[in-house]
């Protein structure tokens, strides 16, 4: 039987089963076939297979596609064989079936049978197992004889990547014999669940299909494909789809955890590699070097393909970028040329940011790229309506999605899958191509150090940060750059810089990636708005030096490559007699593990900085006395600090400063039932540095009357929406939401939290209890945004939060100086810090008496008058006095006094950290425009409030992972909890030299 007649039969047998769908089908492909047959170089003999189709399975496909335009002639059929099992056979149900959603186990329980069955698949796991214990599976698939030579391919493309090791000739033979790998990523957002059943299909029919087209993917590429890569995500969101068939009508919550600790944020771990799947793909990446990771999102109609609008990655080598567009365009014209509407690129994001997961590629001289195709966030069918702004005309989509569609899971697989296997197909033939590229980005990256420079940048062996240098060190390695270290001290342009020091090679494959994180960032603002943050300086953002050096000779200075990662061994020094150990404040953060780990010693914190022979030490210095403390002091404090990279120094004689107790406090943080995206990184970060805390629902402050009993430090990591929301929390009509295991949901039992009830947030019986915890001793920590609670509430006075006018800071990095270095918050750090800061909020403080005074014109605002901005004006023919200093009167508060306002200068807001006075200083990296209305703002406002402290953040202090030179002003606030206003210079709330004049006054 001729491959023709097979596929008429097939055709006729399913058109008989599955009755009106058939026959749009078949129409389809009667009206799409004549014409494309013309034009296209995808002759449809090409694309039919030779040997029989699984007539049931075809037929379902028909039937659960809802037009026959979400179709092509790739993806309407399945081959049929009695040897390998397609998804059905194992699952009980095609892809794409109405309802159904798989779970992992099962999703692996099909390739593993899959693998079983045919020689041309096979099934490996992931290094690291997720945060909740789950296998991460990859799947290889291709033709027999090239997953025989794996081990060959890997090696090829591992040469490829590392131009210094071969010849140019060398190379070509390479990629003549060489095959590309593909990757495939499913569903790393675990609402968009289209992909992992794809995946299934693909995989099978990648196996088994021989059609002309398949087998060129078969036989000239090897398919990888990660089933699903948020698997913890993924079971949760199959219990979410399950409990909403279970209760029909019923709201359905949103899908409250997706990982262990972040949501949408986990595509946003590409620079940090916080989470276990982004560092199982940054490993597997450089196992494999693939030429394409894939990665496979739902959000806009009906298949986006990514671009982007730009501005893009300025570190990258422009070829990547003719890559993203030569693919793109290739996806869009063979589905427009087949009739398939809504195929576009170039809008949804720009391009700039490195932080999504297929910088694992895009950063390592590979294509990562990306679909956004078109999901109902479960299996419903169900109609879907769209906003003009989706289904326009305009250049980039000249052929748009539809207002109003039913839409299928089925319809999202199609379009996926067709689209993929284009550009697997194209990639296949064209893979010489394809290869040379990478090797070529590959060349150039090594050539960068002498092309366009820099040639390295240094990291000075004399940091007074060693342990985060050193963490910071061991992230770039993770990332696949080389580290060497400096052997002996070495001068580069009249600077020295001592043995030690680390040295980051620009000569090496991946130096686009670590010059990517170590430069800084210029957003223009005129450019399309940004997708996301627009700065990411890694030196800046750890604050830890980083020094960027163009002069070449740096690459002659002694150094040898680390070959395992930097670790720091901390040491306890002084005579066995000593009465105490000093360990100078420095913000690394493994200080805040130390309080922790010896919860049981006594150590106290200095109040000003001092010095012991030459050795000077900071505020905030830890004082660990021997007296009053357990025996074993020094055999505990020694194993610890070797361990935590300290330096214990034992005194004879105790250093003559002011101290106070350092405390070890009973720390919550504290979620929502509405978002838990940002409070993860939090999580991260503690549990990283082994920081117990006890984790609570804002429902159990509104429960907890003596909230004080319990706690001592509250910490509320942002969430979005105003005082209002987040009090409210979820809305309490209808019946109760429960999270929580049941038989339908058991995954939902791994979640961090659980409830009955998920409606309702703290109320305003929980903004009284948060008050009297207050009030009774308890710090309150508020970041971001949610410092309007205490604010609006009440709690606080005299902050506010200004609405931003033309202020344009998106995910930037600015500097700041502290405004009050006595403050216990300051305690380690230098007199300025760089800050992550996004958009809001802008404080204003008070720090004078009355009601409501502030506010008003920028700083640079005077009267029209004589002379420039700066000049003072000049009142024409009256006295001229003189005029005395409003701000420096011996009691600033005199005429204050006698309001029942007035507010004593103890219980003033103290601003301890302020965004940099001058606009022109402002800027680190990223962008920034209207830059007036943020410089000099308070950044950290310590907020007395009774006994006890609300501390507000304007910065995001524990941002994805990046923001580690700033996690030592949470440690600080919460070891110093007690004694927050240490230092402060009473009765000269409104003299301080350091508070600015004008609006904060
Ligand atoms: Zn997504």
Redesign the pocket.
């Known amino acids: 039987m001729s491959p023709e007649l097979r596929r008429v039969l097939a055709i006729f047998v399913f058109v008989v089963i599955a009755a009106g769908s058939a026959i749009a089908q078949k129409e389809a492909r009667n009206t799409t076939e004549p014409s494309a047959a013309k034009t296209t170089p995808i002759d449809p003999k090409y694309t039919t297979p030779k040997s029989p189709l699984d007539t049931s399975y075809g037929a379902k496909i028909a039937e659960y596609t809802t037009e026959k335009y979400f179709m092509t002639e790739l993806v309407d059929h399945l081959p049929l064989s009695d040897k390998v099992p397609s998804p059905d056979k194992v699952l009980g149900y095609a892809v794409g079936t109405p309802n159904k959603l798989t779970y992992t186990k099962d999703l692996y329980r099909y390739y593993r049978e899959l693998a079983k069955a045919s020689p041309r698949v096979r099934v490996l796991v992931a290094p690291e197992k997720s945060e909740e214990g789950r296998e991460q599976m990859l799947v290889l698939v291709s033709d027999e004889a090239n997953l025989a030579k794996l081990d060959r391919y890997k090696e090829i493309t591992a040469k490829l990547s590392d131009p210094r090791k071969i010849t140019d000739a060398e190379a070509q033979t390479l990629i003549s014999e060489g095959k590309p790998f593909y990757w495939a990523s499913g569903s790393?957002?675990s609402p968009?669940t289209g992909s992992p059943e794809m995946l299934m299909e693909m995989a099978y029919r990648l196996a088994v299909e021989d059609s002309p087209f398949i087998e060129d993917i078969r036989k000239n590429m090897i398919i990888m494909i990660t089933p699903a890569l948020e698997v913890d995500g993924r079971d949760r969101m199959v219990d979410l789809y399950n409990y909403h068939k279970a209760n029909p009508g019923k709201p359905v919550p949103p899908l409250l955890y997706w990982g262990k600790y972040v949501a949408?944020d986990n595509?946003r771990d590409g620079l940090g590699l916080a989470l276990a799947l982004t560092r199982n793909q940054m490993r597997t990446f450089l196992e494999y070097h693939p030429t394409v990771l894939h990665d496979l999102?739902?959000?806009v109609p009906y298949l986006y393909t990514m671009t982007g609008t730009g501005p893009y990655n300025a570190w990258l080598d422009p070829l990547a970028i003719d890559e993203f567009q030569l693919l793109a365009y290739h996806e869009i014209e063979e589905m427009t040329k087949r009739g398939v509407p809504g195929v576009w690129t170039h809008g949804f994001y720009d391009g700039w940011a490195p932080n999504y997961m297929l910088y694992i590629a895009t950063g390592h001289n590979a294509i990562g790229r990306f679909y956004?195709t078109f999901g109902n966030g479960g299996a419903d069918t169900r109609e879907r309506t769209l906003p003009a702004a989706q289904t326009s005309r305009v250049w980039y989509r000249p052929n748009p999605p539809f207002p109003r569609v039913n839409w299928s899971m089925r319809n999202n697989v199609n379009m996926q899958e067709s689209a993929i296997l284009f550009a697997m197909n194209f990639v296949a033939k064209e893979k010489e191509r394809f290869l040379n590229n990478f090797y070529l980005k590959s060349k150039r990256s090594v050539a960068k150090a002498a092309n366009e420079g820099p040639a390295a940048y240094i990291i000075p062996g004399d940091t007074p940060r060693p342990v985060e240098a050193a963490d910071m060190v061991n992230l770039l390695r993770l990332q696949g750059v080389e580290v060497h270290r400096a052997t002996k001290e070495f001068t580069v342009k009249d600077q020295k810089y001592p043995a030690g020091s680390y040295i980051v090679r620009m000569d090496q494959p991946y130096s686009r990636m670590a010059d990517m994180l170590l430069d800084t960032q210029y957003y223009n603002v005129s450019d399309p708005a940004p997708y996301d943050d627009t700065g990411w300086t890694m030196g800046a953002m750890r604050n830890v030096k980083t020094v960027r050096v163009v002069d070449k000779s740096v690459l002659d200075a002694p150094a040898t490559l680390l070959t395992q990662d930097a670790k720091v061994t901390g040491q306890l020094s002084g005579p066995a007699s000593a009465v105490a150990y000093l360990i100078n404040h420095n913000t690394d953060n493994t200080l805040a593990t130390l309080r922790f780990r010896l919860k049981d010693v006594k150590m106290s914190a200095a109040e000003d900085s001092f010095k012991v022979g030459d050795q000077q030490y900071n505020t905030g210095t830890f004082i660990i006395k021997k007296d009053g403390n357990p025996a074993d002091l020094r055999a505990r404090l020694e194993s610890a600090v070797a361990e935590l990279g300290l330096k214990a120094a034992g005194v004879e004689k105790l250093p003559e400063v002011k101290t106070h107790d350092l405390a070890a406090p009973r720390i919550a943080i504290v979620h929502t039932w509405t978002n838990t995206q940002n409070e993860g990184w939090y999580r991260i970060e503690f549990d990283k540095y082994q920081i117990p805390y006890t984790y609570i629902s804002d429902q159990v402050i509104g429960k907890t009357p003596n909230l004080r009993e319990k706690f001592d430090v509250l910490i509320f990591p942002p969430v979005g929406g105003s005082a209002q929301t987040i009090v409210n929390g979820m809305p309490k009509r209808g019946d109760p939401i429960p999270w929580k295991a049941s038989a339908i949901t058991p995954n939902f039992g791994n979640s961090p939290d659980q409830t009955d009830d998920m409606r309702g947030g703290m109320t305003v019986a929980g903004v009284a209890n948060l008050q009297k915890f207050i009030e009774d001793g308890g710090l309150f920590i508020t970041i971001g945004g949610v410092s309007q609670v205490p604010i609006d509430y009440g709690i606080t006075t005299g902050v506010s939060v200004q609405q931003s006018d033309k202020l344009q800071a998106r995910g930037s990095i600015y500097n700041s100086t502290f405004s009050d270095r006595k403050s216990p918050i300051a305690y380690g750090y230098d007199a300025s810090l760089p800050i992550y800061f996004n958009q809001s909020p802008v404080f204003q403080v008070q720090t004078g008496g009355g009601g409501g005074q502030g506010g008003g014109g920028g700083a640079a605002s005077r009267a029209s008058g004589r002379g420039g901005v700066n000049d003072p004006d000049v009142v024409q023919a009256m006295p001229q006095p003189r005029p005395l200093d409003p701000n420096n009167r011996p009691d600033p508060d005199a005429d204050l006094r006698e309001s029942p306002f007035f507010v004593p200068p103890p219980l003033r807001p103290r601003v301890v950290l302020r965004f940099a006075s001058d606009e022109k200083n402002l800027l680190v990296s990223g962008m920034l425009a209207g830059g007036n209305e943020l410089a000099n703002r308070p950044a950290i406002v310590d907020v007395p409030v009774g006994r006890g402290h609300v501390v507000m953040f304007a910065t995001n202090p524990m941002w994805r992972h990046q923001t580690q030179g700033e996690f030592f002003l949470v440690f600080n606030a919460a070891l110093n909890y007690d004694n927050l206003s240490v230092g402060r210079s009473e009765g000269r709330g409104r003299q301080q030299p350091s508070t600015a004049e004008g609006d904060d006054q």
């Open positions: 790393i957002h968009e949408h595509n999102h739902e959000s956004e």
